[in-house]
C-alpha cells in the first residue's frame, strides 16, 4: 500500500500536474483501491472544515502584511538602509541580503515573499558592484528561508494546527535558531569571500552621517514585528489576530508616508488572493489524502513498519531527516508538511522528543528543501525574479547554505536549549 501510493504521487508530480490536483487525485486513487467506503462524500466537509480552521485564517493576513511591504515601498528602504551599515564585512551586500531577510522575515511569515521581496530589490547591485552572481543569488534563495523560522511564520502555524501544538511556544521556539541560522549563513559568505575575495566585489562606502539618517527605515519592520509578537505575548490577541494586527500596523505606516494608494491597494489585493488561493487549494487536497490515508489504514501500517524497525531514538531521527531531505528534493514543500507531519510526527513525538523542539526541527528540514534541487521553490521564486541566465547559477550559490542548514540541525540537536530556552523562560 506504502509503495502504490508513492509510486502514484512520483508520477503525477512527473508529468507536472499541480501539487493540490495530485493530492487529491491520490487520495481518490486510493480510496478506490483500497476502501469500501465512498470518501470521496466527505471531500466538502473537508474543504469547509479547513477553511473554517481559525487559526489558518492568519494565512491570508501574514500573505497580505507582505503584499504591502513589498508593493509600499518600505522593503526596498528597508534594503538600502541595512546596505548602508554591512558594506565593511567581506561580501558586503551579501551579508546586506541576509539581514534584510532576517528582518522581513520578523514581518512577513512566508519564505517565498522574503525571497521574492529582497531579490527584487537587491538583484540590480550584482553588475553594479562586480559581485560573484552565484554566490549573491545564493544569499537570495538561503536567506528567504528565513521567512517560516523567524516569528511570525505561515509554516509554523501549520506544524501547530496538525500536532495541537501551542504556536506561541512554536513562535518563541524559532527566535534564537532563526538568529543564530542568520549568522552562519553570514558566517558562511564571509568563509567564501575569505578564501576567495574575488566572490565579494567592490565594498560599498558609507558616511557615519548617512547610516544615521537611514535608520528611520529600519523602524517600520520592527513596529510591525512589535504589534504582531507582542500582541501575543502581551496575552492582548491571539496568533490569528496579531496577523490582523500587524496588517493594521503596515496600513498605518503606509498611509502615514502617503503610499497608501489605490493602485497599491489593488496591488496588494490581488498578490493576496492569488497567494492565498494556491496555499488553501493545497491544504484542502492534503487535509483530504490525510483523511483517506488514515480511514484505509495506511497510517498505522507505516508506524507499524517503523516500530518493527527497533530504532533507537535518535536513530529514528536521523532516518526522519533522511527522510525529508530526499522527499525535500521532490515535492512542495507546504504539502509535504501537510501530507507528512500526521504519519511521522506521532512517532516521533513517542520516541520521547519535545514537539515543540520538532517544529523548530521540522522547519528547518522545510527550509532545506526550499533550497534543494529539483523542485526547490526559492530556487525558483529568485530565478524567476532575475529573469535572465539558467537556475543552475542559483542552485550552485545555494548549495554551501545547503550544507550551513543541515550543520544548524545538528547543533540543535547537539544542543536543544537552543529552541527551548525562551519557551521555558516564558513558561516560568
Request: proline share 5%; glycine share 8%; charged share 10%.
Amino acid at each position: 500500500m506504502i509503495g502504490v501510493a508513492l509510486a502514484i504521487l512520483l508520477v503525477l508530480l512527473a508529468v507536472a500536474v499541480p501539487v493540490a490536483g495530485a493530492m487529491g487525485m491520490l487520495a481518490l486513487a486510493l480510496n478506490t483501491l483500497y476502501s469500501k467506503l465512498p470518501l470521496s462524500l466527505a471531500m466538502g466537509e473537508m474543504a469547509w472544515a479547513t477553511s473554517n480552521n481559525f487559526l489558518l485564517v492568519a494565512i491570508p493576513f501574514f500573505v497580505m502584511l507582505g503584499e504591502i511591504l513589498l508593493r509600499s515601498g518600505m522593503a526596498e528602504r528597508m534594503y538600502n538602509a541595512l546596505v548602508k551599515w554591512m558594506p565593511w564585512l567581506p561580501g558586503g551586500l551579501m551579508h546586506s541580503n541576509i539581514a534584510a531577510c532576517a528582518m522581513f522575515a520578523a514581518t512577513s511569515g512566508s519564505s517565498v515573499a522574503t525571497a521574492a521581496t529582497i531579490g527584487t530589490v537587491a538583484l540590480g547591485e550584482v553588475k553594479k558592484h562586480q559581485y560573484s552572481e552565484r554566490l549573491f543569488l545564493g544569499t537570495l534563495a538561503a536567506g528567504g528561508t528565513l521567512g517560516i523560522l523567524i516569528p511570525p511564520s505561515i509554516n509554523m502555524i501549520v506544524y501547530g494546527v496538525l500536532t495541537d501544538t501551542s504556536i506561541p511556544k512554536l513562535y518563541l521556539a524559532g527566535v534564537i535558531p532563526g538568529l543564530v541560522l542568520a549568522g552562519l549563513f553570514m558566517l558562511t559568505v564571509l568563509i567564501a569571500c575569505l578564501i576567495n575575495p574575488g566572490l565579494g566585489g567592490r565594498r560599498v562606502t558609507a558616511s557615519w552621517d548617512e547610516r544615521i539618517k537611514s535608520l528611520p527605515d529600519l523602524l517600520p519592520p520592527l513596529i510591525i514585528f512589535l504589534a504582531v509578537i507582542g500582541s501575543i505575548y502581551a496575552g492582548l490577541a491571539t496568533a490569528t489576530e496579531s496577523a490582523a494586527l500587524g496588517v493594521v500596523a503596515a496600513l498605518a505606516i503606509c498611509a502615514w508616508r502617503r503610499r497608501l494608494t489605490v493602485a497599491v491597494l489593488r496591488q496588494v489585493f490581488e498578490g493576496t488572493m492569488r497567494t492565498t488561493a494556491m496555499v488553501m487549494a493545497i491544504l484542502v487536497a492534503a487535509y483530504f489524502l490525510n483523511f483517506v490515508i488514515t480511514s484505509i489504514g495506511l497510517t498505522s501500517q507505516v508506524n507499524r513498519a517503523i516500530t518493527r524497525l527497533g530504532l533507537s531514538p535518535y536513530e529514528l531521527l536521523f532516518a526522519v531527516i533522511v527522510f525529508y531531505v530526499v522527499l525535500g528534493m521532490f515535492m512542495e514543500t507546504l504539502s509535504m508538511m501537510v501530507a507528512t507531519i500526521p504519519i511521522v510526527a506521532p512517532v516521533v513525538f513517542a520516541a520521547g522528543f519535545d514537539p515543540v523542539w520538532y517544529g523548530v526541527i521540522m522547519v528547518l528540514l522545510i527550509e532545506t528543501a526550499m533550497i534543494t534541487p529539483p523542485v526547490g521553490i526559492n530556487l525558483f521564486v529568485v530565478q524567476g525574479v532575475r529573469g535572465h541566465g539558467k537556475i543552475e547559477d542559483v542552485i550552485i550559490g545555494s548549495a554551501p547554505f545547503v550544507v550551513t542548514l543541515l550543520l544548524m540541525i545538528l547543533i540543535l540537536i547537539a544542543f536543544p536549549e537552543i529552541a527551548m530556552w525562551l519557551p521555558k523562560l516564558a513558561a516560568g
